[in-house]
Each structure stands twice: as structure tokens, then as C-alpha cells.
């Protein structure tokens, strides 16, 4: 299962930080996202940045940082709620002239709920009504306070529009990283989650998963949410088709039999045979669950079911509650 490939904690390396910028919409996310992929690219890349995925990976000081593009508040609310904390930092992007905004607030209390520490990005610096003291005031309501007010959070004064101090945000998330002290074990199984998932005219079903334990092989076999399948191709964030991937890597896979959905949690097997028997055990399972939640029968409303003529759905739900 996801949990025993996570927690089994032998051959342990420090692995890179997954990172998700947050904040009130305008406050320069976007900018800021596309100031890092298009300044943090290595020579020879640059001709193929597609940002064909919604994470990418970039170096700084030789060391790897994996960004996540969340498409937004709701699919990261519903990534949280299915228990898929895969974020290890949240960088809050707050516009220095306008301040805490509800986006804000509500970029927080993911944040908190997740446990994920904050690195406050106080953004849009180079323009007149900039007041970054004031935003940092606003932030001490809610538990955020710089260390020079005696508190643990880290501040980056920047200007995604003209790349100043991102340096400095980025040696932040390092610092952060390093004393978060984050390991995998990229011996194991791969196992993870998906950030995305669509079917695609050509090539079926296309996923695509964050790697947060092991290392993913082409040709593995695999259990997606309630899908299975094996990892037929598996490309990286700018398009290239790759052989292998470690842990806190985004991939493209093609290869699944269904297409899962964000949130869903996959595993690699050593074989195709209990790859299929574990996917179509949860597949089954998940389609009980949605029968159970969709039609509750009591014996109040039973008959008025019957009346319906749904005699032979209330027959199967019958059945399944009496056997477990
Ligand atoms: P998002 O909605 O959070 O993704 O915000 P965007 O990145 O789309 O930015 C919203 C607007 O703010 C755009 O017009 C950006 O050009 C502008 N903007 C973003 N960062 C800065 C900055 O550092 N300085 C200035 N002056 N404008 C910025």
C-alpha cells in the first residue's frame, strides 16, 4: 500500500523540497512561477520549456526545487481533503500595496491545516503604494511573525515582475528544506500522488504524478487510485522522455487503463498480475462505496424504493451490507 511504501524508511536520502505558491489572485503568483522557469533553466533546455505539466523542477546552488503549478485553490482543497499532503512548503505570494486579501487568509489555513510552514513572499516591491511593513503587521493576526519580531517566519521582500530578490527566496526554501531535514528512499517501489489526470485523443490516459518515494521505472507495473496499468511512457516537465525518476520528481505517464483523478494515491508493484487484482479490488470497492453513499436504504425508505422500481439496485445493497 501508499503507507507502507512511505513509511518504510531504510536506505533514507535527502530528497528535494515540493513547493506550492499560494496567494490572493493578482498578487503575482503567475508571474513569479514564470520568472522562475524561464531564469532557473539550465543551458540547452531552454529551446524546450513546453511546460507541458503542472509542476516543474529547477536548480539553485546545485540543488533541485520542484514547484507545483496548482491550477487552483479548489483542486489543492481537494487534493488536502483526500489526504494527499503532498507539498512540503508554501510560499504565500501578498502584494505589498494591497495586503492581506480573503485568498490570503484562505492560503493560510491550507497551509496551516496541512502543517506546511509558510515563507511569505511579499511581492510587487518596486511600486510606489508598496508598504511591506504593513503587511507584515496584517500577517502577525495570523501566526505569521518575521524573526525579527521575535517570531519563526521567514519574509522575502520581491519584485517577480523585475526578478528581484528571488535569489533570496530561493535560498530560503533550501534553508527551509535543509532544516525540515526531508529523505526518501529511491531504492523502494515508487509510490505518490497525482497532481493531474485527462484522457488524451492519442495517447489515452495520461497522468501526472509527483514521486514521493522510490524510483519510477518505464515498464512498471502500477496502481492508480481505483486504475491500474503499466508506466508505459514517462516524460519530464519539458517534454523528454525519461527512462527513470526519484523521488519529489513530477512525471507524464501514458499507460493506465482509466483515468484517475488528482488526489489519488499510486503504487508500484513488482508485478502486472498483483498490479491488476489490487486495481480491480479497489475499483470494486470504490463502486460499493458510491452505491452505499447514493442510495442509504433503510427499512423507512425501502418500500418507497420499491414503489420506484428500483427493486434490483436495493437488492445489491442488501446483499453487500449483510456480507460486510
Ligand atoms: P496571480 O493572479 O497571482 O497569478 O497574479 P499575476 O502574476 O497574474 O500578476 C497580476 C498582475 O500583477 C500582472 O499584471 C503582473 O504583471 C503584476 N505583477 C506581478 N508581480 C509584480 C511585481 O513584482 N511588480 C509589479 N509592479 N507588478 C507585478
Redesign the pocket.
Known amino acids: 500500500t501508499f503507507e507502507e511504501e512511505s513509511n518504510n524508511t531504510d536506505h533514507l536520502e535527502t530528497r528535494p523540497p515540493v513547493v506550492t505558491i499560494m ?1 490572493h ?7 513569479l512561477l514564470d520568472h522562475l522557469r524561464h531564469s532557473h533553466i539550465t543551458a540547452g533546455e531552454a529551446g524546450g520549456i513546453t511546460q507541458a505539466i503542472g509542476a516543474y523542477q529547477l536548480k539553485h546552488q546545485g540543488k533541485t526545487i520542484t514547484f507545483l503549478d496548482t491550477p487552483g485553490h479548489a483542486a489543492f482543497t481537494e487534493m488536502r481533503a483526500r489526504g494527499a499532503d503532498i507539498t512540503d512548503i508554501t510560499v504565500l ?1 501578498v502584494a505589498a500595496d494591497d495586503g492581506v486579501m480573503p485568498q490570503t487568509i484562505e492560503a493560510i489555513h491550507h497551509a496551516q491545516a496541512a502543517k506546511t510552514p509558510i515563507i511569505v513572499a511579499v ?2 516591491i ?2 510606489p503604494g508598496a508598504n511591506p511593513n504593513h503587511v507584515m503587521e496584517q500577517l502577525t493576526e495570523y501566526g505569521l511573525i518575521p524573526e525579527d519580531w521575535g517570531g519563526d517566519t521567514i519574509f522575502v521582500q520581491i ?4 526578478g528581484k530578490n528571488i535569489d533570496e527566496l530561493l535560498d530560503m526554501i533550501l534553508l527551509q528544506s535543509e532544516v525540515m531535514e526531508l529523505k526518501a528512499n529511491p531504492q523502494q517501489n515508487a509510490a505518490g500522488s497525482v497532481i493531474e489526470a485527462k484522457l488524451d485523443q492519442g495517447k489515452g490516459s495520461v497522468a501526472t504524478l509527483l514521486i514521493q518515494q522510490g524510483t519510477m521505472h518505464t515498464g512498471d507495473p502500477i496502481v492508480v487510485g481505483n486504475t491500474f496499468g503499466r508506466v508505459r511512457t514517462m516524460e519530464n516537465e519539458r517534454g523528454k522522455e525519461i527512462k527513470k525518476a526519484l523521488p519529489s520528481t513530477p512525471v507524464e505517464i501514458t499507460g493506465l487503463s482509466d483515468v484517475p483523478e488528482a488526489g489519488d494515491r499510486f503504487v508500484v508493484f513488482d508485478d502486472e498480475k498483483t498490479a491488476r487484482a489490487a486495481g480491480e479490488e479497489r475499483a470494486k470497492n470504490a463502486l460499493m462505496e458510491e452505491r452505499r453513499t447514493k442510495n442509504t436504504v433503510t427499512l423507512d425508505n425501502l418500500f418507497d424504493t420499491m414503489k420506484e422500481g428500483e427493486m434490483k439496485e436495493v437488492d445489491v445493497i442488501i446483499k453487500a451490507d449483510v456480507q460486510g
Open positions: 496567494g489572485v493578482d498578487h503575482g503568483k503567475t508571474t505570494v511581492n510587487k518596486d511600486k519584485s517577480a515582475k523585475f
